[in-house]
């Protein structure tokens, strides 16, 4: 059965069972003309969006519906914890060709509908039209942070360190398996897929951070070179930080060698890895990593803006950072 033959709002009843999982926050969901939710006393607001156009941010021929749903709100939801925040309430829109069957939208769904349940977050509504074109899907998600607990990209002082939350360039590792077709050359491929088509946003993380005086945090989504010159534009800083230092797995070693590439650029160029970037005053870094914190690494330091944003050679030899990760338009 295809979009064509039940129409849009068949659709709607098929999508809106299970997609309130805080009803608390939930007045009036899919059904109206508008959502209406209510707001936490105290709190600030934090709205973001992000759109996944089909042989752009996603190729059928390496995911499907599932792991695409799953991933649409995960790259949201990475933005809210860079934030600080508690993501809330999902907005839906979908452009879709009318001869889409019905059992990939509901897959797609599904997807959406169970990391949405693993992190409270609610469907709330959205929007479906008919393309000619690719499917087009586009992810708009509201989230809510305590005053205090905000953190900009634009808070970084001199002094401070610069961490990053797990290990780096799997994602872009992943993909290359995928392009070049080496899903059967590594016995660990299907790990470095998953963490490509599977994201796992760092929402809890990103929380403690805000509640435990990060100075700045951006998700890694377009590569660290990229991140790290958002942090430093931003803040009016500059950043070095340490190739030897950058955390990345013997899995990526391996992908990059066979490849004949180098296992740092996926990390500094290859983007999706949607770990946090994040600054912290050594002091309070401290008291921070007495709470047993894991998995975060320190990679460099915030320096005089002059300086500009660097990395550190193996041999100690200092040279410009570019932002040449992922860019839609160049």
Do not use: W
Request: charged fraction near 25%.
């Amino acid at each position: 059965m295809t979009l064509k033959q039940i129409g849009e709002f068949s659709l709607i009843d098929l999508i809106k069972e299970d997609t309130v999982h805080n009803k608390d926050t939930v007045i009036e969901g899919i059904g109206d003309d508008a959502a209406v939710v209510s707001t936490t006393e105290g709190y600030l607001q934090l709205l973001t969006t992000d759109m996944l156009v089909e042989n752009i941010h996603f190729n059928l021929n390496f995911t499907d519906f599932y792991k695409l749903g799953n991933k649409a709100i995960a790259v949201n939801l990475s933005d809210i914890a860079a934030m600080g925040g508690v993501p809330r309430q999902a907005l839906i829109s979908m452009a879709l060709p009318k001869d889409t069957e019905i059992k990939n939208i509901l897959e797609l769904y599904k997807g959406m509908k169970d990391i949405c349940k693993k992190f409270s977050v609610n469907i709330v509504g959205g929007d479906t039209v008919s393309t000619f074109g690719p499917i087009v899907i586009n992810v708009a998600l509201v989230g809510e942070v305590k005053k205090e607990n905000l953190v900009k990209r634009s808070g970084a002082q001199v002094g401070d360190l610069l961490l990053v939350s797990g290990a780096l360039g799997s994602s872009a590792a992943g993909l290359e398996i995928l392009q070049n077709d080496l899903k059967d050359k590594f016995d660990f491929a299907k790990e470095l897929i998953k963490k490509h088509l599977v994201p796992n946003p760092r929402v809890e993380l990103g929380q403690l951070l805000g509640k435990n005086k990060a100075t700045s945090i951006d998700d890694i989504s377009d590569g660290l070179a990229s991140e790290c010159n958002e942090i430093a534009s931003a803040s009016q800083v500059g950043i070095r930080i340490y190739k030897e230092k950058i955390p990345v797995s013997k899995e990526v070693h391996a992908v990059a060698e066979y490849l004949n590439k180098s296992y740092v650029d996926y990390a500094l160029y290859g983007g999706e890895d949607f770990e946090l970037l994040f600054t912290m005053n050594p002091r309070d870094l401290e008291n921070f990593s007495k709470k047993n914190i894991a998995d975060i690494f320190v990679i460099g330091e915030i320096v005089n803006v002059k300086e500009g944003v660097t990395i550190v050679d193996f041999d100690g030899q200092s040279t410009i950072l570019e932002a040449k990760g992922y860019n839609h338009f160049r």
